[in-house]
C-alpha cells in the first residue's frame, strides 16, 4: 500500500494544517512549528539507546530494538495518541525528521490500528525548515515595509495588532522589547522564531502582500535575534511615528506592566506565588538598567518600587506605581529615544496620533 505525502508546503502554512511532530521531545524542543504538536514515536531515552545501537551494530539492529522498546501497551498507547489526533484534526499531516523511516512507521501502525490513513510530509521536518528559510530571503525581497515607531509607552503594539497588515514581532518572540521586556512564559527558541516569522510573511503575501507594517525594534527582542537580511531591510524602511501625550504613555504602560503582567504570572502561577514572581520580575528589570541609572537614582528608585509593591500587596491598589513609571518615561527612556530618532531623521515620513497614523497607513 502506497502511503501519501504531501510536497505542497505553502498550502500546508496558508491554511494553518494541524501538524503531528513524532520526532522525540528533545528534537521537538530544537526546533518545530507554530501549529505542531509533539506525539512521539520513541522517547528521548529510547532515542539514545537506538542511536548507541546503530553506532554499535549498524542500522538493521537498531531497528529491531527500537521495535523491542515500542511493542505492547507503549505502542496501543502511543498510536492512541496519534488516533486522537488524527480524529480531532482529519485535515492534518504527521512529519518525522526526514520523512523517513519513523514517520512511515507510524503511518504504517496508525492505519493499522485505527483504519485511518494519515499522509506524511516529503522530507519531514528538514525539508519544511528549508523551505521556510528559502521563503524567508524570497519574501525579504518582495514585500514593502512601513515601521511604526515612537516614544516607549504610546501604545506600539496594540496599535499595530489593530492593523490586518502587520506582523508583530513581538508577539512572535514572546518578549515586550525592552528591559521590562520579559513576559511570564519562556521565549521560544531562536528555530522557532524565525520558522513562525517566515510562516507569518507567506500569509501575508498571500493575502496580497500590502505594505507590511511591523514595531521599530532593534536587532534583537530579549534574547532573539531579527535575522539579518530582514532587519536590514526593516533599518531601510520608512519610519511613521506614533505620537501620544506622557500622561496617555503612563496610562498605557500601568495597564501592560502593572495589570496585564499581573495577570499573566498569577494565571501561570496562582495568585500568591504569581504576585511574588511578578514583583521580582519588576525589581530584576530595573536592575538591570542600574549602570545606565547610575547608582543614586537606581537606589531610589529600587525603593520606591519596594514600597509601592508592599503597599498594592496589602491593600490591592496600583496607582501609586505611576510615580516610578513616569519617572523612567521621562527621565530614562526619552533621552534614548531622542538620540536613536534624531539618528533616522531622514527615514520619518509622517508622525501624528493613532488616527492620524492609521489614516496615513490608508492611504498607503
Not at 330 to 336: G, H, L, S, T
Amino acid at each position: 500500500m502506497e502511503l501519501p505525502q504531501i510536497e505542497d508546503f505553502r498550502r500546508l502554512f496558508i491554511e494553518d494544517i494541524p501538524l503531528l511532530d513524532v520526532r522525540a521531545p528533545v528534537e521537538f524542543h530544537k526546533g518545530s512549528l507554530p501549529l505542531a504538536e509533539n506525539h512521539p514515536l520513541i522517547n528521548d531515552e529510547e532515542r539514545h539507546e537506538i542511536g548507541i545501537r546503530y553506532k554499535e551494530l549498524g542500522q538493521d539492529a537498531a531497528i529491531d530494538l527500537g521495535h523491542e522498546l515500542v511493542e505492547g501497551e507503549t505502542k496501543r498507547a502511543r498510536v492512541g495518541e496519534w488516533e486522537n489526533f488524527a480524529r480531532q484534526h482529519p485535515q492534518g499531516v504527521l512529519f518525522c525528521w526526514r520523512g523517513g523511516m519513523r514517520s512511515k512507521i507510524s503511518q504504517q501502525w496508525l492505519y493499522e490500528q485505527s483504519g485511518i490513513l494519515y499522509p506524511r510530509i516529503k522530507g519531514g521536518y528538514k525539508a519544511l525548515r528549508r523551505f521556510l528559510i528559502d521563503e524567508m530571503e524570497r519574501s525579504t525581497a518582495s514585500v514593502s515595509m512601513y515601521l511604526v515607531g515612537g516614544r516607549t509607552g504610546v501604545g506600539k503594539t496594540h496599535f499595530l495588532n489593530t492593523l490586518s497588515n502587520s506582523i508583530d514581532l513581538e508577539g512572535l518572540a514572546n518578549h515586550r522589547g525592552s528591559a521590562f521586556g520579559p513576559r511570564a512564559r519562556p521565549q521560544p527558541n531562536q528555530t522557532d522564531f524565525e520558522n513562525a516569522l517566515s510562516i507569518a510573511l507567506i500569509k501575508h503575501i498571500a493575502r496580497g502582500n500590502p505594505p507590511l507594517l511591523l514595531e521599530d525594534e532593534g536587532r534583537n527582542i530579549g534574547a532573539r535575534a531579527i535575522p539579518e537580511p530582514f532587519f536590514n531591510k526593516m533599518k531601510a524602511s520608512p519610519l511613521l511615528l506614533l505620537e501620544v501625550s506622557l500622561e496617555e504613555r503612563v496610562n498605557i504602560t500601568h495597564q501592560e506592566y502593572i495589570h496585564d503582567a499581573l495577570a499573566e504570572y498569577q494565571a501561570l502561577y496562582g495568585e500568591e506565588a504569581g504576585f511574588a514572581r511578578w514583583s521580582e520580575y519588576l525589581l530584576g528589570s530595573l536592575d538591570k538598567i542600574k549602570k545606565r541609572l547610575g547608582g543614586v537614582r537606581h537606589k531610589e528608585l529600587r525603593a520606591v518600587m519596594e514600597s509601592d509593591l508592599a503597599r498594592q500587596a496589602t491593600s490591592g491598589e496600583t496607582n501609586q506605581h505611576r510615580g516610578w513609571i513616569r519617572t523612567l518615561l521621562a527621565d530614562y527612556y526619552d533621552p534614548m529615544y531622542d538620540y536613536q530618532i534624531e539618528k533616522n531623521r531622514e527615514r520619518i515620513v509622517f508622525r501624528g496620533n493613532g488616527n492620524e497614523v492609521r489614516a496615513y497607513i490608508a492611504s498607503l
